[in-house]
């Protein structure tokens, strides 16, 4: 079974650019997240998909982050225009039914630096 | 609000015992998982206590006291490729979002 795949696994653009991040997850996975870890801190939440439907988009930081999930299959984020604290790793994870946790599976991560 | 906290930093050299400490904050509770993040790498699950005491998988044991809102991860007989980020992580509340700790940077040393 094919495991969470992350695209690009780096990036890095300039200040005002725009970076557009994939996400194709278990097939099969109802439950989408996006996380992000900045400067070796916690990993933080960003949202929540189940299907094509925004569940949690509370750790959003602000409107130049747009996230979708095209028919309930991949998701993308982008980011416009990137600013440098937007710098980090971007961390996407699917699971099959309500999790507590154990069956969360993680991609490897974009990691994207705004310079 | 819900937070985690954990020790920023753990040496330890190969074959000995680690424990990592993480003690927790939170409106309703579901249960504590432990992940490990090699340095480019994917979170990786390891372990999860939904209820008190000890559960052992291998060389990873992780446990839990709820009444004290504690758990820790015991790491025996390391091996060098156990130098990792190792986080813990809750249910974020009625959601499935999780929230995870402040991550601890394990360095086993030879």
């Known amino acids: 079974e094919a495991g969470v795949t992350q695209f690009p696994s780096h990036s890095v653009i300039e200040k005002g650019q725009t970076v557009t991040l994939r996400c194709d997850p278990i097939?099969?996975?109802?439950?989408l997240y996006w996380y992000r870890r900045v400067m070796g801190k916690e990993i933080k939440f960003l949202l929540h998909?189940?299907?094509?439907?925004?569940?949690?988009e509370s750790g959003m930081p602000n409107n130049r982050f747009l996230a979708e999930r095209t028919g309930g299959t991949y998701s993308t984020l982008k980011v416009q225009p990137a600013e440098l604290e937007d710098s980090g790793v971007y961390f996407c994870?699917?699971?099959?039914?309500?999790?507590?946790?154990?069956?969360?599976?993680f991609g490897s991560g974009t990691r994207l630096t705004v310079v | 609000g819900q937070s985690l906290e954990q020790p920023s930093e753990v040496t330890a050299v190969e074959g000995a015992i680690v424990q990592i400490n993480c003690t927790y904050q939170?409106?309703?509770?579901?249960?504590l998982s432990w992940y490990q993040q090699h340095d480019g790498g994917a979170p990786t699950f390891l372990s999860y206590?939904?209820?008190?005491g000890l559960e052992e998988t291998g060389r990873f044991s992780s446990f839990l006291s709820r009444s004290d809102s504690y758990g820790y991860l015991l790491l025996q007989e390391l091996q060098m490729k156990d130098s990792a980020s190792y986080f813990c992580?809750?249910?974020?509340?009625?959601?499935?979002?999780?929230?995870f700790g402040t991550g601890t940077l394990l360095a086993v040393q030879p």
């Open positions: 939170t409106s309703g509770f579901y249960g």
């Open positions: 097939s099969g996975h109802d439950n």
């Open positions: 992580a809750v249910r974020g509340g009625a959601t499935n979002k999780l929230i």
């Open positions: 998909f189940v299907k094509e439907s925004k569940q949690d």
């Open positions: 994870a699917s699971s099959q039914a309500n999790s507590m946790g154990r069956d969360y599976t």
């Open positions: 206590n939904a209820l008190d």
